[in-house]
């Protein structure tokens, strides 16, 4: 089975940055769309980047302009750059992959996810 392993999360204070990357077990992100979702307590998992297989990105509003993603097909891994973080970007982050390689339609793999923690 394919896995994805998130890494960068971590305690910043307001305005700090991070980046997490994502990295797949087998080669799959050439077919894949990628994403980085999060979720945080009491709160819908929302999309927040996700980056074609032909390199259109679409981001959510509260963090166009802050964040980066980027995705590297040779090493099979994705990044997110996060730039002048705040308090409201506290939440697990989850690695998404969306798979269009298979007969049977495309498939979705997700990461463990990891903790993003903004303090003020």
């Known amino acids: 089975q394919v896995q994805l392993v998130e890494s960068g999360g971590g305690l910043v204070q307001a305005g700090g940055s991070l980046r997490l990357s994502c990295a797949a077990s087998?080669?799959?992100?050439?077919?894949?769309?990628m994403g980085w979702y999060r979720q945080s307590p009491g709160k819908q998992r929302e999309l927040v980047a996700a980056i074609s297989s032909g390199g259109s990105i679409n981001y959510e509003d509260s963090v166009r302009g802050r964040f980066t993603i980027s995705r590297d097909n040779a090493k099979n891994t994705v990044d997110l750059q996060m730039n002048s973080l705040k308090p409201e970007d506290t939440a697990v982050y989850y690695c998404?992959?969306?798979?269009?390689?298979?007969?049977?339609?495309?498939?979705?793999?997700w990461g463990q996810g990891t903790p993003v923690t903004v303090s003020s």
């Open positions: 998404n992959a969306r798979y269009y390689g298979g007969y049977g339609g495309p498939s979705d793999y």
């Open positions: 087998r080669r799959i992100f050439s077919y894949s769309a």
